[in-house]
């Protein structure tokens, strides 16, 4: 998308013209998307120029203005100095225009562009402190972000005002926060009160086409991370702080800050469901790739023990029987997970990876995140607690080939936490490691600041079917409310798509199963299954996750309702997957377009659907085109799977 020049004047024109006019007489301020969707106002509770301040956000769709959130509370308190109940308005600063492109190394689109018109409005404190608050309407939601402009000495932060009133009878998906962010969704028309909802937040406005999603993004070492409590006011869901008990009572609650300081963005996407399923906003407002040289980051899928075999990679043989199953998949990778550093039954790490590496396929390896903070004893617990151990054993692992870390067990999202994941990051950075984060905070955009960050896992994943049995009646539900949520905000650690069954049993169908693969994404894939749950596949299910993607061109949500069922399409290159899956108990009927299809295109089609019986799948060729439609059956908790193949 391209802001043409006139339009440009002409929005800026009526942007200054608002604010103006605004503050001289109706004490407010608005800021407009460049597509004139988005509509923010800033307003003060008294109206006048001094006092509480707080946001209004609109949406406009074909005529229809909507409010989709009557009331963002804004406000800062420190331990001396309170930028809350009396600020003064000083002046706006000159809108500006953003145009952003940038390229991502891998998530949901390579190629970003984003648009979204800012301004800057200052205020000053009682005691004449200046704080500016940054705001801008993108296409697809709008940020806004704290900033105190002054030098100043360490101070801690007490409070952030920021609070989302949403009004009963709109319709909401949350979640109840854990420091593992491993819960289940709920939907609820009403405001039920919690102290802590974890993000990412989903909200539909009722009788409207208005859906938006909150969350927080660009989430640095000058922050703590936040969650959402509503027990003060149920309709009031304001940012707090970690919990004391978090993290086993290491480390501050409360963040420490030194002026000159920028808050993390605050974001809601906003807009119908297709574009908050594609909206990359939480990496738009992050800070730009601090690695200038990419080529060693490659995403790809991933064969794993730990599902099938808990001790597995414990066992020999159990480690090269997964790296074959990656080998003869065409898998760029295997996990070697928790034990490694006790393997016996034939061989240890370093004949393993002399194993792995013979066969061409390429080591990946677990670490405890270890320190006070977790309970978790297994062991190695010290390589990653000190930049001296990291930089020793990233060394070491650059020499055995080993591309990747994944370090578990964080338990925290307090401001010494936070350090603590990006001193990692940047220490393994500097070695070529890759780095993915499981017992983990949800991501916050570090992807695009530091691209060899692949995937955290913050949900509750296939890994649940070893720990309780309500997984086997939740995840069918489950599956179809994440894509509208957790995986919106970045790369999930699912580790999807099995067919044989671990502690518990499954009870989705293969077809549902299979497109896991496609409408989940993550940019390290782990298939989670045992060899034979792949190998006796259906051929075409075999060819189609030998060739799948980890890393995507486009996304495209093409049906669907959080809960009920979901349908979506990821292009690759020239090429198209399409994966859809049905999480009620009855059978239904998918009606598929593809008129999302580039025109006179023509597509060679590989459609694998349910078939008989829900362990058994169904293969149909033929060649589409964009005003082709299919009626596919999904059985209950069913669903299908597509490879659409440009034919030159």
């Avoid at 709920?186 to 086409?209: G, I």
């Avoid at 809601?268 to 906003?281: A, F, P, Q, Y």
């Avoid at 992807?447 to 009646?473: C, H, I, K, L, Q």
């Avoid at 044989?500 to 299979?514: A, F, I, V």
Wanted: net charge negative; glycine share 6%.
């Amino acid at each position: 998308m391209k802001i043409k020049t006139g339009y440009t004047k002409h929005v800026f024109s009526l942007l200054m013209l608002c604010i103006l006019s605004g503050f001289a007489y109706a004490q407010e301020a608005e800021v407009t998307s460049p597509n004139a969707k988005v509509e923010v106002s800033l307003l003060n509770t008294q109206e006048g120029e001094q006092g509480s301040w707080y946001l209004k956000v609109f949406y406009n769709n074909e005529g229809e203005r909507v409010e989709v959130i009557p009331q963002i509370d804004l406000g800062l308190v420190l331990d001396d100095q309170d930028f809350s109940e009396t600020l003064r308005f000083i002046k706006v600063a000159k809108p500006r225009s953003i145009h952003e492109q940038y390229t991502m190394v891998h998530g949901k689109s390579h190629k970003r562009e984003n648009e979204a018109n800012e301004v800057r409005v200052q205020f000053k404190n009682e005691k004449s402190t200046r704080l500016n608050l940054i705001l801008r309407a993108y296409n697809d939601g709008l940020a806004f972000s704290y900033e105190l402009p002054e030098k100043f000495k360490e101070q801690v932060v007490l409070e952030e005002k920021t609070a989302y009133t949403i009004p009963d009878s709109t319709v909401r998906w949350l979640q109840k926060f854990n420091p593992a962010n491993e819960g289940y969704y709920r939907k609820s028309n009403y405001a039920e009160v919690q102290s802590d909802w974890a993000y990412p937040a989903l909200f539909h406005t009722p009788d409207t086409t208005a859906w938006f999603l909150i969350h927080e993004a660009n989430l640095m070492r000058t922050y703590a991370g936040t969650k959402l409590k509503n027990t003060d006011d149920a309709h009031k869901y304001k940012l707090v702080f970690p919990d004391d008990w978090n993290g086993r009572g290491k480390g501050e609650r409360l963040p420490t800050i030194n002026g000159p300081w920028q808050s993390p963005w605050r974001v809601i996407m906003v807009g119908e469901l297709e574009d908050i399923v594609s909206s990359t906003l939480v990496e738009d407002v992050s800070e730009p790739s601090v690695i200038d040289n990419t080529d060693w980051i490659k995403p790809g899928l991933v064969s794993w023990n730990y599902w099938s075999n808990n001790h597995g990679t414990k066992d020999y043989q159990v480690v090269t029987r997964f790296a074959d199953l990656a080998a003869t998949m065409g898998w760029r990778y295997t996990l070697l997970d928790w034990e490694w550093d006790a393997m016996g039954n034939g061989g240890d790490l370093e004949d393993a990876l002399e194993y792995i590496h013979d066969i061409g396929v390429t080591p990946l390896i677990w670490y405890n995140s270890g320190g006070d903070h977790n309970w978790v004893g297994a062991t190695p617990k010290d390589r990653m607690l000190t930049h001296e151990n990291r930089v020793a054993e990233f060394k070491k692992l650059n020499k055995l080939g080993i591309a990747g870390v994944k370090v578990d067990f964080f338990e925290s999202e307090k401001q010494d936490m936070i350090n603590y994941y990006l001193d990692i990051i940047k220490d393994a950075a500097e070695y070529n490691i890759m780095v993915y984060f499981h017992g983990s905070l949800v991501p916050r955009g570090w992807a695009r600041t530091y691209p060899n960050v692949m995937t955290y896992e913050s949900v509750r994943g296939a890994e649940w079917y070893n720990n309780v049995p309500d997984f086997t009646f939740e995840a069918p539900v489950h599956n179809t409310i994440l894509p509208f949520t957790r995986n919106v905000v970045g790369s999930m650690d699912y580790t999807p798509v099995t067919f044989t069954n671990s502690q518990h049993p499954h009870l989705t169908s293969y077809g549902h199963e299979l497109a896991l693969g496609i409408v989940f994404e993550s940019g390290l894939q782990h298939l989670a299954d045992r060899p034979d749950g792949y190998l006796e596949l259906p051929d075409a299910a075999k060819v189609l996750l030998r060739n799948l993607p980890a890393s995507w061109d486009e996304i495209k949500l093409l049906s669907g309702y959080p809960g009920k069922e979901v349908v979506i399409a990821r292009r690759s290159q020239d090429n198209w997957y399409l994966g859809g899956i049905n999480a009620e108990d009855r059978e239904k009927r998918q009606q598929l377009s593809f008129s999302f299809l580039p025109k006179n295109n023509k597509y060679r089609l590989t459609l694998i659907t349910d078939s008989e019986h829900d362990k058994k799948l169904k293969t149909e060729h033929r060649v589409v085109d964009a005003f082709e439609e299919l009626n596919i059956r999904m059985l209950r908790r069913g669903g299908f799977s597509a490879f659409l193949e440009k034919i030159d």
